[in-house]
């Protein structure tokens, strides 16, 4: 009980000159501060633009499929085995079929504007032919379904190469790429801004050590034990990713609340405005909890890191 009470002791005089220390360093605190702001906020702006990235192309991949054109002498039973063959591949989604009256029908709606055209269209029979809209659950993985279309027994049933194929198809792998290198693209970022704050706050706390080197030396000669010396550097650091995280968290706030007033369009580019202030009010409490625990690791593991490095020098000294 003794020993779990002088534990307890211990603890509040670390926290306590930790407290003491942030208040008395002001301004290196302020700077410290100011640069983890600054890395949090772009983190957190680089989370919430991955997530609305990714919204974006999920519906641009939505509405992507494949078409498959028939010949006019296909017969319904073979129209449906090719249907349900396609349905049970694993990389599509969905199979429609379109008739060809219903592809006419089409037509003449989409060039409702265009009087040549139907003037044209109404004084032959119907050339459209019937067809398979395939929607495949990624764009990437299209090999499969482009094996099976190109099996004899299937390839005898299509009047007209896929959709799939010329402009389209370079159109399609455009945007399979743009999606990886987003992807891939947004989680380097905020790896690297992670460890340029934390290089930084390193930094700082080294100059805080060097700046009261004689009173750490003076507490190594009356005995202080490493984590004594050690954990007041660590909750002056945990104060300022904390501050730091509510800063970043309430800018973005700010930031968000201008921007859905300001800007009379719901998206910029890729970047949906709209998408992205839902995404943050949404996931508030997720972002404020998720902020403060990066902040606290950052300034912890920074300081953990330069105070090992000056203890382990003095004691090998």
């Given at each position: 009980m003794k020993s779990f009470r002088r534990k307890l002791i211990v603890m509040e005089r670390i926290f306590k000159a930790g407290a003491i220390n942030f208040v008395r360093n002001a301004w290196l605190s302020a700077a410290a501060i100011a640069v983890m702001v600054i890395t949090l906020t772009i983190v957190l702006f680089s989370v919430i633009a991955r997530a609305t990235f990714n919204n974006t192309i999920a519906q641009i991949n939505d509405k992507i499929d494949v078409s498959v054109y028939l010949k006019d002498d296909v017969s319904t039973q073979q129209k449906d085995r090719l249907v349900k063959q396609a349905s049970?591949?694993?990389?599509?989604?969905?199979?429609?079929?379109?008739?060809?009256?219903?592809?006419?029908?089409?037509?003449k709606k989409d060039n409702q504007n265009n009087a040549d055209l139907l003037v044209a269209i109404s004084q032959t029979d119907n050339p459209l032919p019937a067809s398979l809209k395939i929607k495949p659950n990624d764009p990437n993985q299209l090999q499969e379904l482009k094996v099976f279309l190109e099996k004899p027994e299937n390839k005898a049933l299509q009047s007209d190469e896929t959709s799939y194929s010329g402009d389209r198809k370079e159109a399609i792998d455009k945007i399979s790429n743009a999606t990886n290198f987003i992807q891939k693209g947004g989680l380097v970022g905020i790896i690297i801004f992670t460890v340029i704050s934390m290089l930084i706050i390193f930094n700082t706390i080294r100059m805080a050590i060097f700046n009261r080197r004689d009173e750490l030396n003076i507490m190594r000669l009356l005995g202080a034990s490493t984590w004594f010396i050690r954990g007041p550097f660590i909750v002056e650091?945990?104060?300022?990713?904390?501050?730091?995280?509510?800063?970043?968290?309430?800018?973005?706030?700010?930031l968000f609340s201008v921007s859905s007033t300001t800007f009379e369009a719901s998206s910029l580019g890729l970047l949906d405005i709209g998408f992205a202030n839902e995404y943050f009010v949404n996931h508030y409490w997720i972002i404020l909890t998720a902020q403060i625990a990066i902040g606290i690791v950052i300034g912890a593991a920074s300081s953990y890191f330069a105070t090992r490095r000056y203890l382990k020098f003095k004691s090998t000294k």
């Open positions: 049970d591949l694993k990389t599509v989604k969905s199979v429609t079929y379109v008739s060809k009256q219903e592809a006419l029908e089409k037509y650091t945990m104060l300022y990713g904390l501050i730091a995280a509510i800063i970043s968290v309430l800018i973005c706030n700010a």
